[in-house]
């Protein structure tokens, strides 16, 4: 089932284009990582989806309803974090979150639920301005997670959080989808946190959407990377053998991405073959390497 269905936004500020022609959906229970470089329009568009900027054109759906139709059933399908979260930092973390239960009519019971799921423990009786932002960031998510939204959208949750943080913030996560079927879509250049919870990832390069790559696919293909005097030549041989899925140049690199399971007799077919190379590294894909390749040209920066 689609939760969220986008299909062909654009957006422009003062005669730029900041997203154009976006189209993707996601379905219930995926983590999908939407990917890019600061101002390549990510948070441009998270707020298009939680209607708080309007699209030049295009529609958004969340379970099938648009934000023009019906605005409050529409914002009661999702919830968000957009970059800091905003609390009352003189208010406790407990009085933060039950006046949001006591706006949307929601039950002590579910929000004691939140709150041992967030597991702030007696802090929660502190004021919030009191909070670390590891803190803070769990109390937004409890916040966020008290009405059961069918999306969750999250710009950059990490930031500012030490490794320990990250690790529980990324468990709340995998626990909160995994237990309730919620989708979430998450921005990080965390990347190699991204890499351990999504299923899919979005990239954006200047506005577009580049490519979608699935994770749990990636699981099976390694990455073969050959230096040679004249990849030119060779790449149309390399091109010849079926094993092959894809293979690129960058410098004098040959890029071959196979499935991992056929990366042996690929390396028996290249000795047969008396392709030279005076290095070879075999490396298994993640999303950093696919960011290397997309925004980097493979290099390593």
Do not use: W
């Not at 900027?53 to 379970?63: H, N, P, R, W």
Request: aromatic share 4%; net charge negative; charged share 25%.
């Amino acid at each position: 089932m689609s939760i969220l269905s986008i299909e062909n936004i654009n957006k422009s500020y003062k005669n730029k284009s900041v997203l154009k022609d976006i189209s993707f959906s996601i379905n219930e229970g995926e983590i999908v990582a939407l990917i890019g470089p600061n101002g390549a329009g990510k948070t441009t568009l998270m707020k298009i989806i939680s209607n708080l900027l309007d699209q030049d054109s295009g529609t958004v759906k969340i379970c099938g309803l648009l934000a023009k139709d019906n605005r409050v059933d529409y914002l009661s399908k999702f919830s968000s974090i957009i970059e800091t979260p905003s609390l009352y930092e003189m208010l406790s973390g407990y009085e933060n979150i039950n006046f949001i239960r006591k706006i949307n009519n929601i039950s002590m019971e579910k929000m004691n639920s939140i709150l041992k799921f967030i597991n702030i423990g007696k802090s929660i009786n502190d004021k919030v301005k009191n909070y670390s932002l590891g803190m803070k960031q769990r109390l937004a998510l409890g916040i966020a997670l008290i009405n059961e939204p069918k999306l969750l959208i999250l710009d950059e949750p990490t930031n500012g959080l030490d490794p320990e943080g990250v690790i529980e913030f990324r468990g709340l996560l995998k626990k909160f989808a995994s237990e309730s079927g919620m989708s979430i879509l998450i921005s990080s250049h965390i990347l190699s946190e991204l890499d351990k919870i999504c299923t899919r990832v979005l990239f954006i390069k200047d506005g577009e959407l580049v490519e979608i790559e699935d994770i749990n696919k990636n699981n099976d293909i390694q990455i073969v990377i050959l230096v040679v005097e004249n990849p030119e030549e060779i790449i149309k041989l390399i091109q010849e053998i079926d094993l092959v899925d894809k293979v690129n140049i960058i410098d004098n690199k040959l890029i071959i991405q196979v499935d991992k399971n056929k990366t042996s007799k690929l390396i028996s077919i290249l000795i047969e073959k008396n392709i030279e190379y005076s290095n070879i590294e075999i490396q298994n894909t993640n999303i950093e390497k696919i960011y290397r390749d997309v925004y980097l040209g493979g290099k390593n920066e």
